[in-house]
């Protein structure tokens, strides 16, 4: 049984970090993609970030340059670190591994 708990987010002002992470298990996270999305009220779901079992990654443009992802095999857990938070950014935000399993969602909150 697989199983993808996420962990972090919270509520930060304009200009901080926050960190969201991905435990996940019952899969091989050694060979997974790990995606991440967020969502807000009375929209779709909507990608934000890739990293591939070799490391590579992707941004949408509107996060490049302050979001960056990390993983870590030993432990299965995927990290996105989210730098110079704005209030647009505020959203709930979806692990995804493989294209088939889903974290719970984090809330992350941008508000001054």
């Known amino acids: 049984q697989v199983r993808v708990v996420q962990s972090g987010g919270g509520l930060v002002q304009p200009g901080e970090s926050l960190r969201v992470s991905c435990a996940v298990s019952?899969?091989?996270?050694?060979?997974?993609?790990v995606k991440w999305f967020r969502q807000t009220p009375g929209k779709e779901r909507e990608w934000v970030a890739t990293?591939?079992?070799?490391?590579?990654?992707d941004f949408e443009d509107s996060v490049k340059g302050r979001f960056t992802l990390s993983r870590s095999w030993p432990r299965s857990t995927g990290h996105l670190q989210m730098n110079n938070l704005k209030p647009d950014d505020t959203a709930v935000y979806y692990c995804?591994?493989?294209?088939?399993?889903w974290g719970q969602g984090t809330q992350v909150t941008v508000s001054s």
């Open positions: 995804n591994i493989q294209d088939r399993y």
């Open positions: 019952g899969f091989n996270f050694k060979i997974a993609t």
């Open positions: 990293i591939t079992a070799d490391g590579s990654t």
